[in-house]
């Protein structure tokens, strides 16, 4: 289903910025920035772990989607997110990781995508000593971050990493999955996942 707005703007003008949705931001000095376009109700789980993946010198971008029905209609797709903090943010690091969901419940799985490589082989390979199920997303995808204006890869550096998590997965991270106690109700499966790609992100790091 294509989205109801072709971008950030057309979505503002149709909802009430922070009853409706709202934006967490904060800049900090590592060069890294974990960042969701489709936060809060959309794509559930994706805002939590953007805020327990960043370290305290860490940046962040969330866009948390509020409502108590229909979420997805908030869903703008990463090329045509344009909303002006999140550009400008990301432009001034080094490192990116976009935290997304797709819709599987059968499966725990994460598609990883994104332009930067090196980083994308850092994540697979701590995935897979974590015991964490993943896969290489083919570039030609729909969800492989691919696009060099996915919001992911508008770094210092022209690449990011897009993460996109099955449902399964998602739920659970949480014992219980609503938007007032996940970040409360965090399990053991969501900081292995954390840790994961904070591992990743430090070796990335180290190379720069």
């Known amino acids: 289903m294509a989205d109801l707005y072709a971008n950030f703007g057309a979505l503002k003008k149709a909802y009430k910025m922070r009853t409706q949705f709202d934006l967490?931001?904060?800049?900090?000095s590592s060069g890294i920035i974990y960042l969701t376009p489709h936060g809060g109700g959309i794509e559930t789980?994706?805002?939590e772990l953007c805020e327990f993946s960043c370290d305290p010198e860490d940046s962040y971008f969330i866009f948390d989607a509020k409502l108590s029905t229909g979420n997805s209609d908030m869903h703008v797709t990463s090329t045509h997110f344009d909303e002006p903090n999140a550009r400008r943010l990301v432009a001034q690091h080094d490192i990116a990781v976009s935290y997304h969901g797709y819709a599987d419940s059968a499966v725990k799985?994460?598609?990883?995508?994104?332009?930067?490589?090196?980083?994308?082989?850092?994540?697979?390979?701590?995935?897979?000593?974590?015991?964490?199920?993943?896969?290489?997303?083919?570039?030609?995808?729909?969800?492989?971050g691919a696009e060099p204006d996915n919001i992911c890869n508008v770094t210092r550096r022209g690449m990011g990493v897009q993460l996109e998590i099955s449902t399964l997965q998602r739920t659970s991270f949480f014992g219980t999955n609503t938007g007032a106690q996940r970040r409360n109700t965090r399990l053991a499966e969501f900081d292995n996942y954390v840790a994961a790609v904070k591992r990743a992100v430090a070796k990335r790091k180290a190379e720069l």
């Open 45 to 47: 789980g994706a805002s």
């Open 109 to 144: 799985n994460t598609k990883v995508g994104g332009l930067d490589e090196a980083l994308r082989n850092y994540i697979g390979a701590e995935f897979t000593a974590a015991g964490i199920p993943w896969e290489q997303e083919p570039f030609e995808s729909s969800i492989a």
């Open 24 to 28: 967490r931001i904060k800049k900090r």
